[in-house]
């Protein structure tokens, strides 16, 4: 196998890796103020993508792919909303373990690693393309 095709395979596994870390972040902010159906219930629980770096035998490499989905076990958020349905006996609600500041910063990062690795997906297209040309002529 060539090069290009490793390096292709390398930035597609984290494409992948990246893309799902994307998914797990929209569902986390989706569900950012959803409560629980009823009086003192738990609401959503954020979710965090687990990552591993696993060998790819056929082009004899490591790359990174999404391993599990583990649930964030920190507090809920407390409000005090007496009329609320979902309020327990003290009037107050719980409301997803989600920071909309958090899920932003992560989305803002998996955004960053996803363009890296297509930008190294084009620049071998490019290669390619420039060697093709060149054997051309």
Same mark, same amino acid.
């Given at each position: 196998?060539?090069?290009?095709?490793?390096?292709?395979?390398?930035?597609?596994?984290?494409?992948?890796?990246?893309?799902?870390?994307?998914?797990?972040?929209?569902?986390?902010?989706?569900?950012?103020?959803?409560?629980?159906?009823? !009086?003192? #219930? +738990?609401?959503?629980?954020?979710?965090?993508?687990?990552?591993? %770096?696993? $060998?790819?035998?056929?082009? /004899?490499? *490591?790359?990174?792919?999404?391993?599990?989905?583990?649930?964030?076990?920190?507090?809920?958020?407390?409000?005090?909303?007496?009329?609320? !349905?979902? #309020? +327990?006996?003290?009037?107050?609600?719980?409301?997803?373990?989600? %920071?909309? $500041?958090?899920?932003?910063? /992560?989305? *803002?990062?998996?955004?960053?690693?996803?363009?890296?690795?297509?930008?190294?997906?084009?620049?071998?297209?490019?290669?390619?393309?420039?060697?093709?040309?060149?054997?051309?002529?």
């Amino acid at each position: 196998m060539d090069k290009a095709s490793e390096t292709l395979q390398i930035a597609a596994a984290g494409l992948r890796a990246q893309s799902a870390r994307m998914r797990i972040i929209a569902e986390n902010v989706a569900n950012a103020d959803s409560t629980g159906q009823t !009086p003192g #219930a +738990d609401p959503y629980q954020r979710q965090i993508p687990v990552f591993e %770096s696993e $060998l790819n035998r056929e082009i /004899d490499a *490591r790359v990174v792919r999404m391993n599990d989905v583990r649930l964030d076990d920190s507090d809920f958020r407390m409000v005090y909303e007496p009329g609320h !349905p979902a #309020a +327990d006996g003290e009037g107050y609600v719980k409301y997803p373990n989600v %920071s909309s $500041l958090i899920e932003l910063m /992560d989305m *803002r990062d998996a955004q960053r690693s996803y363009e890296a690795n297509l930008t190294m997906v084009e620049g071998t297209r490019r290669m390619l393309e420039r060697t093709l040309d060149l054997l051309r002529r």
